[in-house]
Structure formats: structure tokens, C-alpha cells
């Protein structure tokens, strides 16, 4: 390994764990899973399902540039049946299927609730780990019901263990290299809450676009 592949691992692995907000869960009302190529976010949304964290389980997404060749069905679905197959009953699952971002997976899912007359409380997010802080950053910014209650989940993999077949690890570091420039930039445009981003964390993430690390870039 060169002193620079070196130097990108570090900058990557500071990233990757600024992302992760480390959340303790609470018991919530619903689960609430942002669908994305990687199935390993279904099973854990489920297994906390399962667990008994709260008494639903909500699967929002469409088919993204990610999984259109991937899955043959909107990813909400595809993650739907995961959860079934673990064995979380078919009536306390709920399918949004059409969302295409974040933004869309927050106010598609609660007019979807709203026209079903649920009014959960508390919400607990299930996302990748290096998506958490923006997924929860966006979430308390555009949530309709202001006094509703977070927290965010994710697949206990550190930098090193989360890479797979399906995710792999330029890809990765691309993805959440761009959702750090995403959470310096969208608050200025109302898309999310303001996120404290040390220097240290930045610095990293421009080192990453400076290796090339530019393919998700706002």
C-alpha cells in the first residue's frame, strides 16, 4: 500500500464515521426504512421489527440509478419481501414506492400515512451507515409534524467490513464523499437541518475529491 492509498483509507474512514451518528433507539412507533441497492438495510429494519422496536415497519423508494439493473421491482418492494421472508406479518408492513430522493421518501410516505390515518410520534430511520446524518438531517427539516421523534439506525460495519459485491468501496467513498458537500450545502437551500462538520472531517472530504473520489458530487 502506498503512502497514498494510505492517506485516502484514513480520509475515508473519517468520513465514513462521521456519517454514523450513533443513536440509542428507543422503542418507536414505526420503523421507517429508506430503500437503496443495499438488501443488508432491509434485514436489519426488519430484525429491529423483530425485536419488538416498534409495531410497524415502513419501506419507502422507487427504482434508482443504482437498482435499475439490479432489481426488477421498486426497491420498497423488493425490501418488503425481505421482511417477509424474516417473518414481520404483511399487515404491519407499509410500501411507498415511488420516492426517488430523500426529500421524496419524507413527504411521499407521510401524505401516504396521513391518507391511511396513522399519526406516529416517533420515527426510527433505517438507512446505510455512511447516509445516517443526512438522512436524519433531512428528516428534522422536512418531517410535516415538527414535535416527531428521531433516531437513526443502521448495520453495525465499520469502514473496512461495510464494502461488498453490490457496494463496493469506490463507489461508497464517492456516495458519501458527495453527502458531505450535500450536508455543507443543503441547509443554505432548506433541504436539511445545519450539521456541525469539523475540520478535521472536511479536510478529509476534499483530499477524497482531490483522489477522485467525485462521481456523486451535488
Known amino acids: ?15 465514513y464515521n462521521y456519517h454514523r451518528m450513533n443513536m440509542p433507539l428507543l422503542l418507536a412507533d414505526a420503523i421507517f426504512c ?3 441497492l443495499d438488501t443488508r438495510i432491509a434485514a436489519h429494519a426488519a430484525q429491529l421489527y423483530l425485536d419488538g422496536l416498534a409495531p410497524y415497519l415502513i419501506f419507502s423508494g422507487d427504482s434508482g440509478a443504482l437498482t435499475k439493473g439490479l432489481f426488477t421491482e421498486p426497491e420498497a418492494v423488493v425490501f418488503a419481501a425481505i421482511a417477509r421472508e424474516m417473518g414481520v406479518p404483511d399487515d404491519r408492513i407499509i410500501v411507498e414506492p415511488k420516492a426517488r430522493n430523500t426529500g421524496e421518501n ?7 400515512l396521513r391518507e391511511k390515518g396513522y399519526f406516529f410520534k416517533s420515527l426510527v430511520l ?6 445516517e446524518r443526512r438522512t436524519y438531517a433531512t428528516f428534522r427539516k422536512q418531517w410535516p409534524d415538527e414535535a416527531t421523534i428521531f433516531a437513526v439506525s443502521s448495520p453495525a460495519l465499520s469502514f473496512d467490513e461495510y464494502p461488498d459485491a453490490n457496494n463496493p468501496r469506490e463507489l461508497v467513498t464517492s456516495i ?7 450536508i455543507k450545502e443543503y441547509p443554505a437551500r432548506g433541504f436539511q437541518v445545519e450539521q456541525e462538520i469539523p475540520d478535521e472531517v472536511w479536510e478529509a472530504g476534499q483530499r477524497l475529491v482531490k483522489a477522485g473520489y467525485d462521481k456523486h458530487l451535488p
Open 176 to 182: 458519501m464523499v458527495g453527502d458531505l458537500i450535500r
Open 126 to 131: 433505517v438507512q446505510k451507515p455512511y447516509m
Open 106 to 112: 419524507v413527504r411521499f410516505t407521510h401524505a401516504l
Open 34 to 36: 429508506l430503500c437503496s
Open 1 to 15: 500500500m502506498t503512502a497514498d492509498s494510505d492517506q485516502t483509507h484514513k480520509d475515508a474512514t473519517v468520513v
